[in-house]
């Protein structure tokens, strides 16, 4: 695949509206699923608590997700029946780096 690197202001500008469309769209889609499946976790326990070992967790939790997301893409590629879909397994790992970035965000504030 050859990238092409100079383009036109015409075709900059249409190629990142797009982009940032989808961009959003991806950002709404993930607070969807995440208000969705939050709704069988949240009820009793913080959410915070299903991460004992915090950024240990969540960037373990994040590797599966990006490695999941990897392997259902190269199904994809070759025709092959996948449990799950390539979008929900990047909506996943939008979810939890956001998860890791509100961990994060909550130590360093000394939300233990």
Known sequence: MIVKLVRSPEEREALEKVFNAYVEEALARAQALREERGKGYNSTVS?????????QDLTYELFKKLVRT???????????????????????????????????????????
């Open 47 to 55: 959410i915070v608590d299903y991460f004992p070992h915090g950024e």
């Open 70 to 112: 990897e392997s259902v893409i190269a199904a994809e590629k070759e025709g092959l029946e996948i449990d799950g879909s390539v979008e929900d397994s990047i909506l996943d790992a939008i979810n939890y780096s956001a998860f890791l970035y509100a961990y994060y965000k909550m130590r360093k504030e000394g939300f233990n």
